[in-house]
């Protein structure tokens, strides 16, 4: 059965030209917010305030860039090392435990193995904000307020049970007979680990 050739020549239109042009045009619209915002940034406050609106600032100024990282009123240096140490801190903690805790789940059975992997995914049902109340007082209790450790300790809270989950996932994907290869070879289970499956 042959198909027609007008509907061919539709197709190749559609999905082609007109495909991309859409999707050039849903992409431009997306990024137009962080344009706007990218050009505020080298504007004055004057033409930030202006009506009518000015789109296009006046010159291409870094004051308002050396204001937020030099401010005394808004440190934005200080916000960033900050975010930088939690972020690095609980992103280490939260790989290292979260592959020897998916690995684990992923290749050995044990009692109590599937109520470990339903207990993490119950966990992704609950909103973090449920949890701001019952974190704030366990954290004035044991004085961590306004340190670094309530910050990362709820991170790595909050990220752990979603990392092991996916991990148990990627884990077994990877076929076994890889891993007994490699002990074969004179590796063991953690040589294995690391060499093969990660």
Do not use: H
């Not at 990282?69 to 939690?86: D, G």
């Not at 044990?110 to 701001?132: K, N």
């Amino acid at each position: 059965m042959t198909r027609a050739p007008g509907r061919d020549l539709a197709e190749r239109v559609l999905g082609g030209p007109v495909l991309w042009l859409g999707l050039a045009a849903l992409t431009l619209f997306a990024m137009l917010p962080f344009v706007w915002v990218f050009l505020a940034s080298f504007k004055t406050r004057a033409e930030l305030y202006a009506t009518p609106i000015v789109y296009l600032p006046a010159s291409l100024s870094v004051a308002n860039y050396v204001e937020a990282w030099t401010s005394k009123l808004t440190p934005f240096s200080r916000f960033f090392a900050n975010s930088l140490w939690v972020s690095s801190v609980t992103m280490v903690a939260t790989t290292l435990v979260s592959i020897l805790a998916g690995y684990a789940l992923a290749r050995f059975r044990f009692a109590g193995r599937q109520t470990f992997l339903l207990i993490f995914l119950a966990t992704q049902m609950f909103p973090a904000v449920l949890l701001i109340a019952p974190l704030l007082s366990q954290w004035y209790a044991l004085g961590l307020i306004d340190t670094y450790q309530a910050l990362i300790y709820s991170n790595f809270s909050f990220t752990v049970p979603f990392t092991v989950w996916m991990l148990v996932g990627y884990f077994e994907s990877i076929p076994l007979e890889l891993e007994e290869s490699a002990m074969l070879d004179g590796c063991n289970r953690f040589g294995a680990l690391c060499r093969v499956v990660l």
